[in-house]
């Protein structure tokens, strides 16, 4: 079985700020993807990011950018220049295959204070 | 972004009703899915269908039952739900189901009360 971790429940950030939030996980499997999902108020659940772990350049979306360690199972979020509209709960996921095999971690909530 | 459209928003149900949950997707995919999202877990995959036939359940209670007429409608079905049943239960599509290529598409959730 595979995991996520987000280790940190809670980040905070001022506006146009650079913020890095945390995700770990684990799986046995040696070709997958990562994501990054955002869930603003409204709810509805945004893609944000998404890395290949076959391919060692990280990946950048905008002011997006992921920090992957392949060795070291880790897939981090940095958001540059943060913006108020930033402000959601972030969600890392491991996908190894179809639906069935995409999970997600338990979140970070992402303030984004003036 | 309205490509995925859940209703109702809020539902407030008694464990001895029946209701449905409703979701349209308009972006021409052929692969829907239920998420349940409790707070401080994980989203829980529910269900999923491909072209319209469902390829799998993760092991939902019977007292969900989900029902897929079309590629763009989908649908959840509920009765003598538990008050643990409370969530926000998500709606999404994807292209096809290989999910790196064709990534999965929310709507906007309808958040379950069950009292």
């Known amino acids: 079985a595979q995991t996520v971790t987000q280790s940190q429940p809670e980040m905070s950030v001022q506006e146009a700020e650079t913020v890095t939030l945390s995700c770990t996980y684990d799986t046995s499997e040696s070709d997958y993807y990562l994501f990054w999902y955002k869930q603003p108020p409204s709810r509805q659940m945004i893609l944000v990011i998404r890395q290949e772990a076959y391919k060692q350049q990280n990946a950048t979306e905008n002011r997006f950018s992921v920090n992957f360690q392949k060795a070291a199972k880790s897939f981090s979020l940095k958001i540059s220049d943060s913006q108020l509209g930033d402000a959601a709960m972030y969600f890392c996921?491991?996908?190894?295959?179809?639906?069935?095999?995409?999970?997600f971690g338990t979140g970070t909530r992402l303030q984004v204070t003036l | 972004e309205t490509g995925v459209t859940q209703t109702p928003r809020h539902l407030v149900m008694g464990m001895t009703n029946k209701k449905s949950l409703k979701c349209e997707q308009h972006?021409?995919?052929?692969?829907m899915y239920w998420y349940k999202q409790s707070a401080k877990k994980p989203l829980e995959l529910m269900f999923v269908y491909s072209l319209e036939e469902r390829v799998e359940n993760n092991s939902v209670p019977s007292r969900f039952s989900p029902e897929c007429p079309n590629s763009s409608h989908l649908f959840l079905h509920l009765h003598t739900l538990q008050p643990e049943d409370s969530a926000l239960y998500l709606c999404?599509?994807?292209?096809?189901?290989?999910?790196?290529?064709?990534?999965?598409?929310f709507g906007n959730g309808t958040r379950l009360t069950v009292t």
């Open positions: 996921a491991v996908n190894t295959g179809t639906a069935s095999k995409l999970t």
């Open positions: 999404a599509s994807s292209q096809d189901r290989g999910l790196y290529n064709s990534p999965l598409h």
């Open positions: 972006l021409g995919h052929n692969a």
